[in-house]
């Protein structure tokens, strides 16, 4: 069994113990309600970290997402309150302008070769502010709530059967994504592209373009999640998604996609929304303090990724020695 | 090749910033009449002394070729273990704060030792480390907003005066002086400089590069704790939302200052300037009644602008000339 | 692919008075190269005779400034690049360089050339999959097509470069130095590859320092030096010794090439004894005495720089000892550097010099326990040991202020080996220390390291440069695949003698 597999296999069975866990601690747990809510959770994070986890397969980040989040809540606000344009006809508008946001990051990551954590970092102070300025004010210039009345676009956050829409739509994008990386050329590259950039080049392959296309489907993710939120909270607030980027950060680096690039898929990413969502869930219900929250998701991303580094070195010894052995057996037969 | 010429050049390089910073204060002054008035400079001082403070240590983090992004948490957390020390657990203001540092040094020391040790890149273990930072300190403070009444003593640093001037003024100074001196003058600053300009030769030259990292993180986090000590007396309150962002600023600080991201180098006084620059450019956006969101947004334009003119290779064309007659000689 | 039986006969590439010089001396001066279809063509010469260039000059990596390259029967104009080399035909085979980690043999061969379905574009893996095997199949090699790259020994990945190669319908393959990390069955199994390409009509380049090698697999050898064209040897001519003598040339003139050696008699200053360590190197004992040049020969990955930086203490040792000065010794770059040990490593750029440092920061960093005290460095002291090597070794411009980045290569190299000069120095370990530098530099590279042997430094040096090996050592140590083979310590040694016993081919004959 390959290393990765083993470890997947290791991560779903901690989720089943947690599962476990949680429903003898709190009968509450399991019942189907607390369920749709906690995949409803999950699927939140999990849109934007399907985004963020071809951008990490291609050794890049994108600390930009959550601001992306806050810009096309303010957007679809100003929409809703100051015009009559009905809701199909602004969301693409509002999803083109998470597009633009990675357009930007990818001018500057390839452009001028800065760091992608500084020009992501950046361009998240320009989208928090930028926010804050479109906001929907009142009269003495307040940011003041906006309550969407628009039914279409409430209608995101509805259920279709006992499941939230956006559980499914996260899991038909999860699919379509897991595909495409796996069966198209496109997919291949962005794995050639982060894996080894100079050879992806002798291959033939356009890894500026790889990076610009990640990047802008990472701002799409994120616009897409943000209109779920904001459709799901019946209101839109620039504080939106300020913060989640850390959220994402941790269900992918759970589910086993590294920073190193060239490794990671989907299903990694949804075991790790899910186990993320989970946790969270757990605290809310055992009663323990909202405040623990961020301590656990920046304690998990610590935790994994030094077991993670471990584990790795420690496969790759045994690996080492089974290969010695080989060749040492082939040299053997040759002579 | 000319040699004084050169030197010229060199010079005129150095005190760029200082030229940038004056047509800074004199647009300032234009725009805004209430600029120059000896109350709103002293606001204008609050602001620097606590990103000076941060800078002097933070520097270390780019000048090895890493990052610290968990200085902001870490200076809320510092305010309120200080608040916990002396006013719930009863111990008196000194050794209270001489705990603190201790506990920002282990920060940073974890920080170093999980880059260093485990090759994770610097941003996300900072990055993760200003999560888990921000929740303790809401754990502890319950998420509340302390008001500090006591001791007299701490209060002291932020409030006090000594010959006329604000004591948080004699601590940035302080610190920024021994900075620059860690940085010019002692064996620790030379072997940060190399770590970062070329880790392999200054290993084969006998320097341990993880030691010197880890020592960076240990700076970065101790600068950040005192600067969270010094704001907490100042504002008199601890919480954990306080300087949030503050990274982002103390960033902005030192790029401007012409320190590289890429590690190799850096200028702490430059850094100085670049603190009171950003702390005029706040101010400026306060006075014009600039709504709090720019604050972000320029920052954010500014890093990346400097970030630009800082850096040699591409560029477009604009931007070569702009440097040329900025007086940048270029690589 | 042969589709007429005088296919062998047809010529797929023709460069004709191909010259080339960077800035300044000519590295190419009228050079003729000719491929035919279906040959296995090695090129020798020493290091720096021109061969990578003129390779490179092939493959489209680098222009050249005049001559004619014709291949199959197209000329190929002076915007030749590399891109545009693959789209001919013209593969180079990287050792891992352009293999994509975490993918599969298959994928790694189809990469941006994946078979589709008609519809919507999707890879069809089964196909792609079953394409792959039938290649690996059809050339017999021991690989499956869903194996991942990761898991595969060097041999197996060349193998698949080959494959990827062989997959873009290369017609021409160029194989640079393939056997220098390979196991000797790795090896075996390579020829009987070659063999086969040749067999399907494609030519091979190969371009290998072992003499053995060449002698077994080629039809043709084209022999280059110093930037010209020697001779083209055809199958019946074509013998080890023709070809070093060839190589070397020199050696019509005795007097110049040949040294004495002469066993220097100072005190046993290193002792090494057994030294191992596990795929580098084996079992090396060696002597230094005080005061001598201690010259360490051999090809390129035959363990030599693994040796001298486990004696520095970079890298860790499995077995053996050392003893340095008379007393048993633990190696550390630290203990190595307070004990008098100096180390000049290869690749300046990556591991010499800090450019973006100044020519004082840089010899600063190795004497901070004479410039510094409790800590603290003393800038006075430290400008004043810069202006001490700047002065001892002629840097120009003599401006320690200036970064080193910005100084020509043999400047550079001049700060590197300065640093440790102005220290009270026991032993100089220097790796290549010439490469890249100018005449003038070299030369006064070589007075340097005389001087220093004069004084009473012991030093180790490490070099590819045999002229450069045999005229400055006392005594040359010859290593190959990790083992001492040859120690010269008295009498005449030529180059000739020490390239021979680098190549594998001891006391005449082949090995």
Redesign the interface.
């Known amino acids: 069994m390959s290393i990765t597999a083993l470890r997947r296999l290791i991560l779903i069975g901690l989720l089943l113990a947690i599962g476990l866990g949680l429903s003898l601690a709190s009968p509450s747990f399991l019942k189907l309600d607390n369920l749709m809510t906690l995949l409803q959770e999950a699927s939140q994070t999990g849109i934007v970290a399907v985004g963020f986890t071809l951008v990490l397969i291609t050794a890049g980040i994108d600390m930009s997402i959550g601001a992306v989040i806050a810009i096309t809540a303010m957007i679809c606000a100003n929409f809703l309150t100051y015009t009559h344009i009905p809701a199909f006809a602004f969301i693409p508008v509002a999803l083109g302008a998470g597009c633009l946001v990675g357009l930007f990051n990818g001018f500057f990551i390839t452009r001028f070769k800065l760091p992608e954590f500084i020009v992501t970092l950046a361009s998240r102070g320009i989208l928090a502010g930028l926010a804050l300025l479109i906001a929907v004010k009142d009269a003495d210039g307040f940011v003041s709530n906006v309550f969407i009345q628009d039914p279409v676009y409430l209608g995101f956050g509805g259920t279709v059967g006992p499941f939230y829409i956006i559980t499914i739509v996260f899991l038909v994008l999860a699919v379509l994504v897991q595909f495409f990386l796996k069966r198209t050329r496109s997919g291949t590259n962005i794995y050639a592209t982060g894996a080894n950039p100079t050879a992806a080049r002798l291959s033939g392959i356009n890894t500026d373009k790889t990076i610009f296309a990640v990047y802008m489907f990472s701002g799409f993710c994120a616009s897409l999640s943000s209109i779920f939120l904001s459709a799901r909270m019946m209101t839109a607030m620039p504080e939106f998604g300020i913060g989640s980027e850390m959220d994402v950060i941790a269900a992918v680096v759970i589910g086993g996609t590294p920073f190193t690039g060239g490794i990671g898929d989907i299903w990694g990413t949804v075991i790790g929304t899910v186990f993320l969502a989970m946790i969270k869930n757990g605290i809310l219900k055992l009663g323990i303090s909202p405040y623990i929250q961020p301590i656990v998701i920046g304690g998990i991303i610590v935790v994994v990724v030094v077991v993670d580094v471990w584990y790795k070195g420690f496969a790759e010894r045994l690996a080492r020695n089974r290969a010695r052995r080989r060749t040492a057996e082939q040299d053997r037969a040759a002579a | 090749?000319n040699?004084t010429a050169a030197k010229a050049r060199q010079l005129l390089k150095d005190l760029r910033l200082f030229f940038v910073l004056i047509l800074l204060m004199a647009v300032l002054s234009v725009l805004s009449p209430r600029f120059l008035t000896l109350g709103n400079l002293s606001n204008v001082l609050w602001s620097v002394c606590i990103i000076g403070i941060m800078c002097s240590g933070f520097i270390y983090a780019p000048i090895t070729g890493g990052?610290d992004?968990s200085v902001g948490s870490m200076a809320a957390l510092a305010g309120i273990i200080a608040n916990v020390l002396m006013n719930q657990v009863g111990i008196p203001w000194v050794p209270a704060l001489v705990i603190t540092l201790a506990c920002g040094m282990f920060i940073g020391f974890i920080n170093g030792i999980?880059t260093t040790k485990?090759?994770?890149?610097a941003?996300?273990?900072t990055?993760?480390?200003?999560?888990?930072?921000?929740?303790?300190a809401?754990?502890v403070s319950?998420?509340d907003m302390i008001t500090i009444m006591k001791p007299k003593g701490f209060l002291a640093i932020g409030v006090g005066k000594l010959f006329g001037l604000p004591i948080p003024i004699y601590i940035m100074v302080a610190v920024i002086v021994a900075s620059h001196i860690l940085l010019k003058?002692?064996?620790?600053?030379?072997?940060a400089?190399?770590v970062g300009?070329?880790e392999?030769?200054?290993?084969?030259?006998?320097?341990?590069p993880d030691r010197t990292r880890i020592m960076a993180y240990v700076l970065s986090a101790t600068a950040a704790t005192v600067a969270g000590i010094v704001m907490a007396s100042l504002t008199q309150q601890a919480y954990a939302a306080n300087a949030g962002?503050y990274e982002?600023d103390v960033?902005t600080a030192v790029v401007v200052g012409g320190t590289s991201?890429?590690g190799?180098?850096g200028s702490v006084a430059g850094a100085l300037i670049g603190a009171v620059m950003v702390g005029f450019i706040n101010n400026g956006l306060n006075l014009l009644n600039m709504?709090?969101?720019?604050?972000?947004?320029?920052?954010?334009?500014v890093?990346?602008l400097a970030?630009?003119l800082n850096?040699g290779?591409?560029?477009p064309k604009f931007i070569l000339s702009m440097r040329k007659r900025l007086g940048d000689p270029g690589? | 692919m042969a589709e007429n039986s005088d296919a062998s006969e047809e010529v797929l590439l023709d460069c004709r008075k191909i010259c080339k010089s960077y800035n300044g001396p000519m590295v190419l001066s009228d050079v003729d190269f000719s491929m035919k279809r279906g040959e296995i063509h090695a090129l020798v010469g020493e290091n720096g005779a021109g061969k990578s260039t003129l390779i490179k000059i092939i493959t489209g990596v680098t222009g050249r400034n005049s001559g004619t390259m014709v291949f199959e029967g197209k000329e190929i104009g002076h915007d030749h690049s590399r891109t545009g080399a693959q789209g001919l035909g013209i593969a180079v085979i990287y050792q891992e360089l352009s293999l994509i980690h975490g993918m599969t043999v298959a994928q790694n061969m189809f990469l941006t050339k994946e078979p589709r379905m008609p519809v919507l574009g999707i890879i069809n893996i089964r196909r792609m999959n079953s394409l792959a095997q039938a290649m690996i199949d059809r050339y017999g090699f021991n690989l499956k097509a869903t194996d991942v790259i990761d898991g595969l020994s060097i041999g197996q990945r060349q193998t698949v470069e080959i494959l990827k190669a062989l997959n873009g319908k290369a017609s021409l393959m160029i194989m640079d130095e393939p056997t220098s990390s390979l196991t000797s069955a790795e090896s075996a199994q390579l020829f009987g590859i070659i063999r086969q390409l040749k067999a399907d009509g494609i030519s091979v380049l190969y371009i290998s320092h072992r003499m053995e090698e060449v002698f077994d697999l080629s039809d043709r050898v084209t022999v280059l030096r110093d930037g010209r064209l020697v001779e083209v040897l055809e199958k019946e001519r074509i013998h080890p010794n023709e070809i070093i003598r060839l190589m070397i040339g020199r050696c019509l003139d005795e007097k110049d090439s040949k040294c004495v050696m002469e066993r220097k008699g100072g005190e046993v200053v290193l002792d090494v004894h057994g030294l191992s360590s596990e795929g580098k190197f084996s079992d090396i004992s060696l002597q230094l005495h005080a005061g001598e040049v201690l010259g360490i020969g051999g090809l390129v990955g035959s363990g030599r720089t693994e040796l001298v930086r486990a004696i520095y203490g970079i890298d860790a040792h499995d077995s053996g000892s050392i003893s340095f000065q008379g007393k048993p010794w633990t190696p550390g770059v630290s203990q190595s550097i307070r004990g008098g040990f100096g180390f000049v490593p290869e690749e300046r750029r990556l591991q010499g010099i800090m450019g973006g440092i100044s020519i004082t920061g840089n010899i600063g960093i190795t004497n901070l326990d004479s410039i510094a005290g409790k800590g603290f460095v003393s800038d006075r002291k430290e400008l004043a040991l810069s202006r001490k090597a700047v002065g001892l070794l002629n840097i120009k411009p003599a401006e320690p202020s200036l970064p080193v980045g910005n100084l020509s290569g043999g400047n550079q190299q001049k700060v590197v080996v300065g640093k440790w000069l102005i220290r009270d120095l026991r032993l100089l370990i220097v790796d290549e220390p010439t490469v890249g530098i100018d005449i003038g530099a070299k030369e006064e590279m070589y007075q340097t390291i005389a001087r220093l042997a004069s004084e009473g430094v012991s030093v180790i040096l490490v070099s590819s440069d045999l002229p450069e090996l045999t005229r400055l050592s006392d005594r040359i140590l010859v290593l190959r695949k990790g083992r001492i083979v040859k120690e010269f310590a008295e009498g005449a040694v030529t180059e000739e003698d020490v390239l021979r016993a680098s190549s594998g081919i001891l006391e005449g004959g082949a090995a």
């Open positions: 090749m040699l990052i992004l999980v485990f090759g994770v890149p941003f996300i273990v990055m993760a480390a200003k999560t888990y930072l921000f929740g303790i809401m754990l319950n998420g003058h002692t064996v620790f600053g030379r072997k400089i190399a300009a070329n392999v030769a200054a290993k084969l030259s006998g320097v341990d962002g982002l960033i991201l890429m190799g180098s709504p709090s969101s720019f604050h972000p947004l320029v920052t954010g334009v890093i990346l970030l630009l850096q290779g591409k560029m690589k």
